[in-house]
């Protein structure tokens, strides 16, 4: 019996955007579960949906970009805490701005077809304004789970590497005047 990979693929990429679907929150979000929390759950998505060729027009795109435009911090920067794995979670609190936090919302409005928005400009001066002397971001706050009410993580590698991608990102997409891409830089 011959297996017809690329249906089969092709019926599994389906089922995950399914999933995806059903499991987005009523405000736009996604849970993360390994970093701190629907701000990363929601650019994870972003980038899946996009990577998987889903219309940016999509109201579960539209929705969560949104949602993240939304919950933008007046200093241009996004932030999440550990209020967001409550048992009773109601939606989410603010919370100061991280670096990592702000890239993560940024690739994901970038995954959206959003790069020209004004959010956009606003967080990339965010981590612009934020970067040290070294180049890099000092981030005391946690933004990674270990077990979600019991311990968080700081890893001290996603003020580095996530803010990098970002502003990687951005200048790539000013450069090709294009409003994203599919996977990459």
């Known amino acids: 019996m011959q297996i017809d990979e690329s249906a089969a693929k092709t019926a599994a990429v389906r089922r995950g955007i399914d999933y995806l679907r059903h499991t987005q929150t009523a405000e736009g979000s996604w849970y993360g579960r390994w970093g701190m929390n629907y701000i990363y759950g929601t650019w994870s998505v972003l980038c899946a949906l996009n990577a998987a060729g889903v219309d940016h027009a999509s109201p579960e795109i539209r929705r969560a970009a949104l949602w993240l435009i939304t919950i933008q911090n007046a200093d241009g920067g996004w932030g ?41 400009k606003r967080g990339i001066d965010y981590l612009l304004r934020t970067q040290g002397e070294d180049g890099f971001w000092t981030e005391p706050r946690y933004t990674a789970t270990g077990f979600p009410r019991v311990f968080y993580l700081r890893y001290h590698g996603y003020s580095k590497f996530f803010p990098l991608w970002a502003l990687a990102r951005y200048r790539n997409l000013e450069k090709a005047n294009a409003r994203s891409l599919s996977y990459g830089m």
Not at 89 to 115: C, F, H, V
């Open 80 to 120: 999440e805490d550990a209020a967001s794995y409550k048992l009773d979670y109601r939606g989410y609190e603010a919370a100061p701005s991280t670096a990592s936090q702000t890239a993560w919302a940024l690739l994901g409005l970038m995954a959206a077809g959003e790069a020209g928005h004004p959010a956009i």
